[in-house]
């Protein structure tokens, strides 16, 4: 099993998971403004979406800086997507991922990645996974306590309920 593989499918899973949630209640808990770190539930899924196809494009060979400048466009646009747009940005992603590390023999092979705000450094392809999965655990965390914030029950989405689940 590849560890770095089956953390970014729990990342799928676990955004799906919380998606389904979102669509049990009324469509203006994805508008609601909350303080938390993005005002409100579209926001943070869309960074997440947003942030998640950065990584992708820098997998893919694209610098990272170039990555970021296209990134800012599709965030503007997908701020105000509905709950079913971000399942489904979320699942055509999710075949994109799935068709690069496919394609990979070796998913500890290193790139040179040139963070505009931590600077060079050799990284493999698994660490850009696991920082994937990583950074959309935190902000579905977020999304999370901006439930509780307007009155709503999130859904478990733990990676030990992945293992039984999947």
Request: proline fraction near 2%; aromatic fraction near 14%.
């Amino acid at each position: 099993m590849n560890h770095a593989k089956n953390m970014y499918e729990y990342h799928v899973w676990a955004n799906k998971v919380l998606l389904e949630r979102i669509k049990e209640l009324p469509s203006n808990v994805l508008y609601e403004e909350v303080n938390s770190s993005y005002p409100t539930i579209a926001q943070t899924f869309s960074h997440i979406y947003v942030v998640d196809v950065l990584w992708l494009q820098v997998l893919k060979g694209i610098d990272m800086k170039e990555a970021l400048e296209a990134s800012i466009a599709l965030l503007e646009r997908t701020n105000s997507y509905s709950v079913n747009e971000f399942v489904n940005s979320f699942k055509e992603l999710a075949i994109q991922y799935e068709d690069w590390i496919s394609n990979q023999k070796d998913l500890e092979q290193k790139i040179n990645l040139n963070n505009p705000w931590s600077g060079a450094r050799e990284t493999a392809y698994s660490e850009i996974l696991f920082h994937v999965a990583n950074h959309g655990t935190y902000h579905r965390g977020n999304i999370t306590t901006m439930l509780r914030q307007q009155g709503y029950a999130s859904t478990m989405n733990d990676f030990a309920l992945y293992w039984y689940q999947s």
